[in-house]
Structure formats: C-alpha cells, structure tokens
C-alpha cells in the first residue's frame, strides 16, 4: 500500500503548512484512485481468480499502475499535476478492462452481458477522467465529484440483470485487511509529522492536532 502511504504523507505536510482545504481535496481524489481501483480488482478476484499465467501477469500489470500513481501523488499534492495520478490510474483500469473481456469470452450470454458492461463503463468512465488534465483547477473538484458518481453506478449498471459470483468470505477478509493497512499507514505519516514537530520545536503546535487525530 505504497500509494496509501505517499497520500498520507502528503496530507500531513499539507495540514502542517495550513493547507488543509486543498490537501483534503487532493487526498480524496487521490484515495479515491487508489481505494475505487483496489475494489474493482478485490471483487473481480474474488469471482474470477482462476490463477493462470495471463491473470498473473495481468495482475502485475495493475500492480505497475499503482507504482506509477504513487510516484505521482507529490506532484498532484504540490503542483496539482495529476497526469502521473491518472497514468496509473488508467494502467490499472485497462488492465481491469482486459480481464472483464477474459470473463466475458465463452461465458453464457447473462453473465457476459455483465462482463461486457463491466468493460465498457470502466473505460468510459477512464476516458471521463482526461479532464482532469484539461479543466482548470476550479472545475476539477466538480468533475471528481461527476466522475466518482459515475464509476460507482457501473457496478450497478452492470449487475443489474446477472450478479457476479463473488464469495462473502473473500470479501469480508480483504476489507478487514484493507482498514488495517490504511489504519497502519496514517498512523505512520502522523507519527511521522509529530517527530518533525518535536525536532523543530516552533512547529509543534501545528502538529498537536495530528496528534490527537492519530490517537
């Protein structure tokens, strides 16, 4: 979860240094990414996993794209340059994009309706999110907002006539190791802050209530 950790950073130096309105918003755009993508490839696994060689080295493709997002996120905190944000966003989604059109090949006509509704949403709402490299800043708020809308009505959209087979078990296991690891991570970047505070004794005020926000 090295994206997690480079939001949560970010985040802290952000409110240290009285951004915290702008910090929030890009934390959320930038969680967003990594949390949205993180749910799409938990549940496609937990109904598809068949474990060959091609969904393995898929995998690490998608694996590739969260790298790359997580070298971006300091630029999209500092500069509010998300193109290394939406790469790898995008690697990760047409990755995705690529293993929803393995399921639909050879599957009955319900489910591969489904598969290919899946494909199609994830990648229209990939190409929705290229205004995050073209619209001002003022509007980039509004169209995370749209888009964030969009990308969870796919799920909907597409398992609205044939639900996908997932396993309650897989899920409830990946969720609870998810919370632990964003726990653990923001846990981190607060300790963090509070040792900078306390070797840099004029900035220990700013960072009490991270502090207390991580307790």
């Known amino acids: ?11 802290v130096h952000a409110v240290a240094e009285g951004h915290s309105g702008e910090g929030i918003l890009d934390y959320a755009m930038v969680f967003f990414a990594i949390w ?60 995705l994009v690529a293993q929803w059109l393995r399921a639909a090949r050879g599957a009955a006509h319900d489910e591969r309706v489904m598969a290919l509704r899946y494909a199609g ?51 409830a296991e990946r969720y609870g190791l998810f919370t632990i690891i964003v726990l653990g991570e923001t846990v981190l970047a607060a300790t963090v802050a509070v040792k900078s505070g306390v070797d840099e004794f004029d900035a220990l005020a700013e960072v009490l209530p991270i502090a207390g926000a991580g307790c």
Not at 62 to 67: D, F, W
Not at 73 to 78: C, K, M, N, Q
Not at 161 to 169: A, G, L, N, V
């Open 36 to 95: 949205w993508a993180w749910m799409n490839f938990t549940w496609f696994a937990s109904a598809y996993d068949n474990d060959d060689v091609l969904y393995r080295v898929i995998t690490l493709v998608q694996m590739a794209g969260v790298l790359v997002l997580a070298a971006g996120v300091s630029r999209a905190f500092e500069g509010h340059d998300f193109l290394a944000v939406w790469l790898g966003y995008a690697i990760m989604r047409l990755a």
């Open 121 to 171: 949403g994830v990648l229209f709402c990939q190409i929705g999110w290229l205004g995050l490299l073209f619209l001002p800043e003022s509007g980039r708020p509004w169209l995370f907002l749209v888009m964030a809308l969009l990308e969870m009505c796919v799920p909907v959209f597409a398992e609205k006539d044939h639900p996908s087979s997932w396993h309650p078990h897989h899920i």
């Open 1 to 11: 979860m090295v994206a997690v950790s480079q939001a949560g950073v970010q985040l």
